[in-house]
């Protein structure tokens, strides 16, 4: 079983950054894919990006240009940068981990307020 647990939320400015970072634990030996989702007020749960874990990623048109995702050493953490940040980047981020096995492994979300 894996668990996923993201941290770095909070309140920011408008223009602002903040990094968000997802630790995997439990009965892994390395992850590959993992991929940060993003839930904004009212909204729909969106892949907002990739990290393949072999080198390679993928970002929404959204935050393409302000966002990068990155993974720590052992491959199994993944962070989001997240630069210039604007109003409608609020939302609660999830992280999510494809599993070797199949099926994949989600966080519990952590909250981002871009505040004007």
């Known amino acids: 079983q894996v668990q996923l647990v993201e941290s770095g939320g909070g309140l920011v400015q408008a223009g602002g950054s903040m990094n968000l970072s997802c630790v995997a634990s439990g009965s892994i030996l390395t992850l590959k894919r993992m991929s940060w989702y993003r839930q904004g007020p009212g909204k729909r749960r969106e892949l907002i990006a990739i990290?393949?874990?072999?080198?390679?990623?993928f970002y929404a048109d959204s935050v393409k240009g302000r966002f990068t995702a990155s993974r720590g050493n052992g491959t199994n953490t993944v962070f989001l940068q997240m630069n210039s940040l604007k109003d409608e980047d609020t939302g609660v981020y999830s992280c999510?981990?494809?599993?070797?096995?199949?099926?994949?492994?989600w966080g519990q979300g952590t909250r981002v307020t871009v505040s004007s």
């Open positions: 999510k981990a494809d599993l070797p096995g199949g099926g994949a492994s």
């Open positions: 990290s393949s874990g072999i080198g390679e990623s």
